[in-house]
Nanobody, 131 residues
């Protein structure tokens, strides 16, 4: 049974940085597309960054482009989200998720899947950006 585990969240001030980590059991993150999603209070879960099987040209939603970086450590089978210059609007619970579409080379998949169609999310990690 697949389980996802996100970590690295916390309380930071605007302008600071955090690095989130995603590990999994029951699935190998080394060679599949993986994405980061977030759900802010009162809002729907949204895909913010994702990579395809090949790790080329990651996708970023407009609000995080230039500040967040998704990367993969293939040896550790871990996916990271480096978040710089955090803003109050980045406050959310952050989740990682494997590409469920079957299109392994699609780099934009997290921008169009409906998160509500899937029920095997991890617990997420809370990020609070506040002064």
């Amino acid at each position: 049974q697949m389980q996802l585990a996100e970590s690295g969240g916390g309380l930071v001030q605007p302008g600071e940085s955090l690095t989130l980590s995603c590990a999994a059991s029951g699935i190998d993150l080394k060679h599949i597309g993986v994405g980061w999603f977030r759900q802010a209070p009162g809002k729907e879960r949204e895909g913010i960054a994702c990579i395809s099987q090949s790790d080329e040209s990651p996708y970023y939603t407009h609000s995080v482009k230039g500040r967040f970086t998704i990367s993969r450590d293939s040896i550790a089978s871990t996916v990271y989200l480096q978040m710089n210059n955090l803003k109050a609007e980045d406050t959310a619970v952050y989740y990682c998720f494997p590409n469920p579409t079957g299109n392994w080379y699609d780099r934009n998949w997290c921008s169009y899947i409906n998160p509500e169609d899937y029920n095997y999310w991890g617990q997420g990690t809370q990020v609070i950006v506040s002064s």
